[in-house]
Every structure is written in C-alpha cells, then in structure tokens.
C-alpha cells in the first residue's frame, strides 16, 4: 500500500504560480504511473496531468495544456506540477493520484491511490 500526501496549494492572484508536491510513502512509486486531478465545488473530479513511471510520457488536459508541467523524481519518491498563468477557474482542490498497471486512460476510476487533496484558489 502506497500513501500519498499533497502540498503546495494556497492562495494566489490569477496570473500567478504555484508548484503542488506529491510525497508518497509506505512503497517506492518507481514504477507507478502517477497523475494529477481535480474537483472544484459542484463538479466532478477530472484529469489534470499523468506522467509515465520514467518520466518519459507525459499527457495533459487540454484546459491546462501549456500552462502546467507535471514532474517526477523517484529517488525522492515525490511528482510535482508547477502550474503558471493560473486562472480563476483553476480553483479546485487537486489531487494526487497513482496505478501500478499501464493504460491508455485517465478516468478517476483508472487510478487505485489517492491523496487527501491540496485546495487552490486563484483569486481575479
């Protein structure tokens, strides 16, 4: 069982950057591919950014495409997204997320670990 927890959201002005970290635990995620959702209030939670167990792939959503860059270092056992130009409909809480299998989607349901969320706000 692999743990996941989320830092680096907060409170920033639209235009703005913010880098959101990903510390996993209990098993190395080396071999995990490992993405990036979010849920704002009344929505459903969506795909924001996957990236490949080596760090090879990277695939993101278009509303983001451009903007965001998912990252991995598996000696830290940690994935980050630094997000730049933020917008006010960024605003969600993000989650990290990780599956031991390979696929070709990104469904909330393709992916078997969670962390308990990091919240965004971008302010107009």
């Known amino acids: 069982q692999v743990q996941l927890v989320e830092s680096g959201g907060g409170l920033v002005q639209a235009g703005g950057s913010l880098r959101l970290s990903c510390a996993a635990s209990?098993?190395?995620?080396?071999?995990?591919?490992m993405g990036w959702f979010r849920q704002a209030p009344g929505k459903e939670r969506e795909f924001v950014a996957a990236i490949s167990w080596s760090g090879g792939r990277t695939t993101y959503a278009d509303s983001v495409r451009g903007r965001f860059t998912i990252s991995r270092d598996n000696a830290k056992n940690t994935m980050y997204l630094n997000m730049n130009s933020l917008k006010p409909e960024d605003t969600a809480v993000y989650y990290c997320?990780?599956?031991?299998?390979?696929?070709?989607?990104?469904?909330?349901?393709?992916?078997?670990?969670w962390g308990q969320g990091t919240q965004v706000t971008v302010s107009s």
């Open positions: 997320a990780a599956r031991t299998f390979y696929g070709s989607t990104y469904y909330p349901n393709d992916f078997e670990f």
């Open positions: 209990g098993r190395t995620i080396s071999t995990y591919t």
